[in-house]
């Protein structure tokens, strides 16, 4: 996920048809000038000659850079042409020069000079100048975030240039392609309106033509959804794109969903199906590397591998993609070097992910490239070395170039570590406010945006109500009149009232409980996302706490490491709870129960010295309130025997026993075969916390709770009753 909104940004540049060319030009280098230029000391026709003329003035044009001696030089020759046109009364010769005329102002950046040659030229050239007025106000003018003027003005001259090329029936592709580079420009400055707009502009005009096809505008407005945050709605149109592929559909379109998709299931953390998206760009890469930054697209096959943990895969792709498709652009080996730093970083080879991260580096400032993703990365490298000074380094060099605010986010609170790390608490602080600011706003934003659609849905669903009752009561009244007629017409006027009248009622109720239904719906995933914050925020605290412990030592220590195995435990629910499909107010203790055990052994390196055996009813869901107690209790019990019964080297073993006694009543077995409590043992006086959690929560659950020694220590909590019977075996 950490490069795919730049990768989207690069991606949406490609799309657009960027260039200082518009189709049909002929292209004139400055190797060809000299050449030309002797062909005028030679005896041409007059129209040769004039060919001649403009060409040399388009070599000069088209001439790297703006010198102020070329721009002289194609105006000369622009001059000339003009005049040998009009001495030979040819129009086309006149149009060709005044265009060109036209264009040197656009590079002087005289917009004004540019506008008054539209009114002297023919369809076809004023079609030309219109189009790269347009890309002169959207690509190449200074543009302030907060001022649209110059964007508005492009999307102006763009949409003039669409209909004037409808008006004279010409090739509208190039016209129709800048509308949508103003829809790009105005969604990068995140005014999703716009952009809509001009998407929709596009289609419009290119109805019952071949471009922009359906599958391409939704494509795009899934992109500006997705850029915007509100993925529900960019996952929707990006389905709909999809379907809306056809066996015709061209590559530009395939490769605009395909990345699309991909990068959407990315963001929602579904990294199968971003790999299926991905990877069918990769499977044909000469086919797709026209429209896309192909090894941009492998970086972000490569993270989602390391998303679903099967980082071994990276290396071995990578060679074989590389077999495929050689390296050849900078931005190729960009990718690339990113891709196998990462790769390496997460083998634990170190000193090579470090090598190919600064490789990356070097090839972003080649082709002067921001390389915000590369430092973002390497800082996270240098952190994991523990080298917190380069950490920070990387981190704020990143801070400077990095757009997306999620990036943002997770950027600043990295930089919060590393202040901490190096004992800059005070700045370490005022990073992490920022973060989760940053954090914050995105959460709201989007919630008050899904709200305000809800909304709108919901009024305009409630207005065609009440024209369907409107239309209902004037169908009843002309029954009424036809009833009047005859008694038979009543008789069966009043059979087909009853019968419409049912009609409606059924389509009312089934109408009303789809939206039942889809309010329980959001309540769920706004619940989800409710135990997701609250997650994140408990993983938060626990990072908080480790930094923490790096600064303490014995019983302080001690007592950080106790917590934090007790906010896991906590968190465990609250990752079960927004990870569910369905019920989001139970948890399957099967699922759970493991996955503590798992953390404990690690945090306490017991992996090769204790075996904990785990009996339980198969798929035991209980309710939260009876959950989260629980947890604790094993937490407190397998922490107490990780820590105390064994002595250092010894093997051990761990018994957990969780089996219901009746119908809603469950009983919970600790043990262990370590060398037991003190003889004189009281859990009523017994000054340990842990052993005072363990009584309280065993109150709070209503059970009896008995610690014996019986070779080991025995936790026996039994008689907890799930309150409601709401505990279930699936």
């Given at each position: ?668 077995l600790l043990a262990d075969n370590g060398k037991g409590l003190d003889a004189d043992f009281d859990v009523d006086t017994a000054g340990s916390l842990g052993f005072q959690l363990i009584k309280g929560l065993s109150e709070q659950l209503g059970a009896q709770l008995e610690i014996v020694n019986e070779g080991g220590v025995k936790i026996r909590v039994s008689g907890i009753l799930v309150k409601g019977n709401e505990a279930t075996r699936q």
């Amino acid at each position: 996920m950490k490069i795919l909104s730049l990768f989207m940004a690069m991606v949406c540049f490609f799309f657009t048809g960027y260039g200082q060319y518009i189709d049909g030009d002929e292209m004139v280098g400055a190797d060809e000038i000299p050449g030309l230029v002797k062909q005028l000391d030679k005896e041409l026709p007059a129209e040769q000659k004039a060919a001649v003329l403009i060409k040399i003035g388009l070599g000069y044009l088209y001439k790297a850079g703006e010198a102020k001696a070329d721009l002289d030089s194609t105006l000369y020759y622009a001059r000339a042409a003009r005049a040998l046109g009009e001495q030979l009364g040819r129009v086309r010769f006149v149009n060709e020069s005044l265009l060109l005329m036209g264009m040197v102002d656009l590079e002087r950046r005289d917009m004004a000079g540019a506008k008054k040659m539209l009114a002297v030229l023919d369809d076809s050239s004023q079609l030309k100048l219109l189009l790269y007025i347009s890309i002169t106000y959207v690509n190449e003018m200074p543009v302030v975030r907060e001022d649209h003027s110059l964007l508005d003005s492009g999307g102006h001259y763009a949409e003039a240039a669409v209909r004037l090329a409808l008006k004279i029936k010409m090739r509208q592709k190039t016209a129709l392609q800048r509308l949508e580079q103003v829809a790009i420009q105005y969604s990068t400055r995140h005014e999703r309106g716009l952009a809509e707009k001009y998407y929709l502009l596009a289609e419009q005009y290119g109805k019952g033509g071949s471009y922009p096809s359906k599958a391409r505008t939704l494509g795009n407005l899934s992109r500006i959804y997705s850029d915007e945050g509100n993925f529900y709605k960019a996952l929707s149109y990006g389905i709909n794109a999809e379907k809306a592929l056809t066996k015709d559909s061209d590559v530009e379109d395939l490769s605009l969903i395909n990345t699309t998709l991909a990068s959407l299931y990315t963001t929602q953390e579904k990294y199968e199906q971003a790999l299926v998206y991905g990877g069918r760009m990769l499977a044909e890469p000469d086919k797709y590397r026209y429209y896309v930054f192909i090894y941009a697209i492998a970086n972000s096959y490569c993270n989602n591998l390391r998303k679903l943990h099967r980082t071994k895969e990276i290396l071995p792709f990578l060679q074989k993609f590389k077999e495929a498709c050689p390296l050849q652009e900078y931005y190729d080996h960009i990718f690339y070097h990113l891709a196998l730093g990462n790769g390496y970083k997460d083998m634990g080879q170190y000193d090579r992910a470090e090598q190919h991260f600064l490789a990356s580096i070097r090839y972003a400032d080649s082709a002067h490239y921001t390389a915000s993703v590369v430092y973002f990365n390497l800082g996270s490298l240098y952190q994991q070395m523990n080298e917190h000074t380069k950490a920070l380094a990387a981190f704020k060099t990143a801070e400077k170039g990095l757009t997306n605010e999620v990036m943002q986010a997770s950027n600043l609170s990295y930089i919060a570590q590393s202040a901490a790390a190096l004992g800059d608490y005070r700045d370490a602080y005022g990073y992490l406010v920022k973060s989760k600011g940053i954090s914050d706003s995105i959460y709201v934003v989007s919630k008050e945006k899904v709200l305000q659609e809800l909304e709108v849905e919901y009024q305009t669903q409630k207005k065609e109500a009440a024209l369907q009752g409107a239309m209902e009561q004037a169908r009843v009244r002309k029954q009424v009149t036809i009833i009047i007629i005859s008694l038979l017409a009543v008789i069966i006027g009043l059979l087909i009232w009853l019968f419409w009248s049912k009609l409606q009622s059924n389509k009312v109720i089934t109408g009303k409980n789809v939206q039942l239904e889809q309010l329980v719906k959001d309540k769920s995933w706004l619940l989800k996302e409710m135990h997701h914050r609250v997650k994140n925020n408990l993983h938060t605290i626990m990072n908080l706490l480790e930094f923490q412990s790096a600064y303490l030592h014995d019983d302080a220590l001690a007592a950080i490491k106790n917590s934090q195995s007790r906010i896991f435990s906590m968190s465990l629910i609250h990752q079960q709870l927004y990870q569910t499909d369905e019920d989001v107010k139970t948890i399957d203790m099967g699922v759970y129960i493991p996955e503590l055990v798992s953390y404990l052994k690690e945090c306490f390196g017991m992996d090769g010295h204790c075996v904990v055996v785990m009996d339980m009813d198969p798929a035991l869901v209980l309710p939260v309130e009876e959950a989260v107690p629980l947890g604790l209790i094993i937490n407190e019990g397998v922490t107490n025997s990780m820590k105390y019964a064994f002595k250092k080297g010894e093997q051990g073993e761990i018994h957990i026993s969780l089996k219901a006694t009746e119908a809603s009543a469950y009983e919970l077995l600790l043990a262990d075969n370590g060398k037991g409590l003190d003889a004189d043992f009281d859990v009523d006086t017994a000054g340990s916390l842990g052993f005072q959690l363990i009584k309280g929560l065993s109150e709070q659950l209503g059970a009896q709770l008995e610690i014996v020694n019986e070779g080991g220590v025995k936790i026996r909590v039994s008689g907890i009753l799930v309150k409601g019977n709401e505990a279930t075996r699936q």
